[in-house]
C-alpha cells in the first residue's frame, strides 16, 4: 500500500531564511505526487506536482520541490521565506485507485519576523 | 470559472442526529471526491463519484454515505452522528478523478457533534 510520511510536524524559522519541509513516500509502482497548501480556515491549495520528466518542479511563489527516486523523497523548498508563507503543508501521492490522493500528516511552517 | 463551493461552511449538530453536506465542483468537472479532516488522523480519503456512480471508497463505516447528481454536484451524509464525527469535511474536484489530474479543493464543511 502507498503512504506518505512528513518528517517534520512543525518547521519555525525566521523570515527571509531557508526552509525545507521534508516528505518520503513508499510506493512500487510510479507516482504521481503534490504538495498542497492550506491557510487557516481555509481548504488546500496546489502548490505543486511532479508526474514525470524533470525531477525538479517549481511553483509561482517560489517554492520548489525535488523528485529523488532512489530516496523516495519529495522535499519542499524555498530559499526565502516570508510571513505570509505561515501555514501548514500536504505531501501527497496519488493513488492508483481513481479520485483518490494518500496525504502525509502535514507541516506546520511557522515563519516568524 | 468559480471554484469549488461547499455549504454550509460550518454545522452543530448532536449525538445520534444525521446530516448531509452539499459540494458544487468546478464547471467542467466531474469527479468529485470526499475527504475528513481531523487533527488525530489528517486527510482521509472517504470516497468518490463519477458520473453518478461511487467508483471509490476509504475505510470508513456505512453510515457515512453520498452520492452525485446529474450536474456533477454531490452529497456526503452522516447518520446517527458519534463525537468522533466531528471534523472538516473537505470536497475536491477534477476532471475526469485521473490519478494525474489535480485536485481542486472547496473551503470545507466544519461540522461539531455535541
Known amino acids: 500500500a502507498q503512504s506518505v510520511t512528513q518528517l517534520d510536524s512543525q518547521v519555525p524559522v525566521f523570515e527571509e531564511a531557508p526552509v525545507e519541509l521534508r516528505c518520503n513516500y513508499s510506493?512500487?509502482?510510479?507516482?504521481?505526487l503534490f504538495w498542497y497548501v492550506q491557510y487557516p480556515n481555509q481548504g488546500l491549495q496546489l502548490l505543486l506536482k511532479?508526474?514525470?520528466?524533470?525531477?525538479l518542479v517549481e511553483s509561482i511563489n517560489g517554492f520548489e520541490a525535488e523528485f529523488n527516486k532512489s530516496q523516495t523523497s519529495f522535499h519542499l523548498r524555498k530559499p526565502s521565506v516570508h510571513i505570509s508563507d505561515t501555514a501548514e503543508y500536504f505531501c501527497a501521492v496519488s493513488d492508483l485507485w481513481r479520485g483518490k490522493l494518500i496525504f502525509g500528516q502535514g507541516t506546520t511552517l511557522q515563519v516568524k519576523p | 470559472k468559480a471554484g469549488v463551493t461547499q455549504t454550509p461552511r460550518y454545522l452543530i449538530k448532536t449525538r445520534g442526529q444525521q446530516v448531509t453536506l452539499s459540494c458544487s465542483p468546478i464547471?467542467?468537472?466531474?469527479?468529485v471526491s470526499w475527504y475528513q479532516q481531523t487533527p488525530g488522523q489528517g486527510l482521509q480519503f472517504l470516497f468518490e463519484y463519477f458520473s453518478e456512480t461511487q467508483r471509490n471508497k476509504g475505510n470508513f463505516p456505512g453510515r457515512f454515505s453520498g452520492r452525485q447528481f446529474s450536474n456533477s454536484r454531490s452529497e456526503m451524509n452522516v447518520s446517527t452522528l458519534e463525537l468522533g464525527d466531528s471534523a472538516l469535511y473537505l470536497c475536491a474536484s477534477s476532471l475526469e478523478g485521473l490519478p494525474q489530474e489535480t485536485q481542486y479543493f472547496g473551503p470545507g464543511t466544519r461540522l461539531l457533534v455535541l
Open positions: 511532479y508526474l514525470s520528466g524533470s525531477t
Open positions: 510506493s512500487s509502482v510510479s507516482v504521481y
Open positions: 464547471s467542467g468537472h466531474r469527479s
